[in-house]
């Protein structure tokens, strides 16, 4: 079992209803896999799209990326900077 | 100079750290708040250490294309009026082609990669988030 980091931002902290979490999962685990036990843990990020942007560690991955223990997850809305 | 601020943006301090006399081209983009309907400003927000980051690999890549060239950009955070900044970024090259090129390649990646968001705010009071992929952002919320 690993403990991750989780961070939302903008319309979806809204529907998480916070801005900072963690969520702990089964590892070996990925992105996708953590985005999933966020929606069971935040029932409001169902509203989220199938395979949202996401970040790991301050970079955009794909949802296949590995994750371990003390690692940060971010999801990110469409981003619209400028 | 810090990429993200949440004070107004100056000109010409980008202008002081991209200029020399080698270089003869200087080129200036500002991206405005504009006053769409009835949307009286942009509240801006950031996922702040990677916007960061993203900020400097797009300048790192920018001078690695055009090598002779000069960069920097600010991104202003919270509450900005319509008809204020909200972006500004300054290239300048020993010729105005690359000046152009470099100031262009930079706003379009950061309208990709770097992590900000925007709410408009409106003359009632209300708020919406803005989604560039022209969707609604939820039932209930007006269409961009």
Redesign the interface.
Known sequence: MGRVSVRFFARYAELAGCTWSHVNLDTPATVGDVIARIREVFPGTQAMPARPLAALNLRQVTLDAPVTEGDEVALLPPLSGG | MMHLTRHRLEVDDLLAEVQSPERGGTCVFL?TVRNDGDVTGID????E???V?EIERILAEAETRWPDARVILQ?RLGVIPAGEA??AIAAAAPHREDAFSACRFV?EE??????????EMHVDGSTT?????GKP??EGLRDR
């Open positions: 991206g801006y927000s950031a996922y250490p990677m916007a980051e991104h909200s972006i706003i950061v309208k990709k990669r770097v992590p900000i968001w925007k709410k988030w803005v989604d560039p992929s952002v939820a």
